[in-house]
């Protein structure tokens, strides 16, 4: 048992030294094999080292052998050096954009062409509806609130489909008829839908019927005042055109005009 105590104590006193010597970068001042010799000088029999458990000097040494990482640590802030003498002194401006400067009058400014022009050009990016069809109104602008007048669309919030929409309407005042009926169709303004454009209507071959796929087609819609029928038409985002209606003029007629002085050379008779 001394023998062994002595064998232990000595190979610890090794690799103490061996590892302090692998931290300091100095070579070890002792040697493997001054481990060997003293071992065998010793321990004598084979049966003492088989008895004996794993070597402490082998377990110290594995983690002095193992190669050391220094664990690098990001600091806490930046140094930035500048030119400047006070800091934040220069101050960003138009001169600084990587653009084109503008030299000249055209340069970012683009004139707009002729056909850019038109009042009732199609608006292609018009957001897309699922419920059109082939002769569905392209509608002059998209109903999305951003419409210019006092009222905002009512197509915002009802959901109607483009063929309500983009709709150009009728406001007239009908004229009195030619028989001697009352005038209360004439007391009333009306409105009804434009006819579409495109190719809606087709003739029934089984009567010979005008067909047409425009569920606005001779509806109409009757207003006390024209102020009410623009007010509805603005309401609803429609395009409107107002027609006045043609009044005509009744002169009073009376018998004792014949006898009247007039003072021009030729008399009119108004009675005939």
């Given at each position: ?80 050096s ?45 957001a ?10 392209i ?50 303004w ?5 006819v ?43 395009e ?33």
């Amino acid at each position: 048992m001394e023998v062994v105590r002595s064998v232990v104590r000595f190979e610890k006193k090794a690799a103490t030294d061996y590892a302090g010597a692998l931290f300091a970068k100095q070579p070890p001042q002792l040697q493997l094999n001054d481990i060997t010799e003293h071992r065998a000088r010793h321990i004598d029999t084979t049966t003492t080292m088989s008895a004996l458990p794993r070597s402490i000097g082998s377990r110290m040494l594995a983690p002095a052998l193992r190669p050391s990482a220094t664990r690098a640590i990001a600091p806490s802030y930046r140094a930035y050096s500048t030119n400047e003498t006070t800091p934040h002194e220069h101050k960003t401006s138009s001169e600084d954009a990587p653009a084109v400067k503008l030299t000249s009058s055209s340069t970012q400014i683009r004139e707009e062409g002729a056909a850019e022009g038109m009042r009732h050009r199609p608006d292609y990016n018009v957001a897309i509806d699922y419920r059109v069809s082939n002769f569905s109104p392209i509608p002059k602008r998209v109903m999305d609130g951003s419409e210019p007048g006092d009222s905002v669309p009512a197509a915002v919030l009802s959901g109607a489909p483009t063929d309500l929409q983009a709709r150009t309407v009728r406001i007239y005042k009908p004229s009195k008829t030619a028989t001697q009926s009352g005038d209360w169709n004439a007391s009333h303004w009306l409105m009804d839908w434009d006819v579409l454009p495109k190719g809606h209507r087709w003739e029934n071959p089984l009567m010979g019927w005008q067909s047409s796929a425009d569920f606005m087609n001779g509806h109409r819609i009757q207003f006390k005042t024209k102020e009410d029928a623009i007010n509805f038409a603005n309401k609803q985002g429609y395009e409107y055109f107002v027609q006045e209606p043609n009044k005509r003029k009744f002169v009073p007629k009376a018998y004792a005009n014949l006898f009247t002085h007039s003072p021009k050379k030729l008399k009119i008779i108004t009675t005939k």
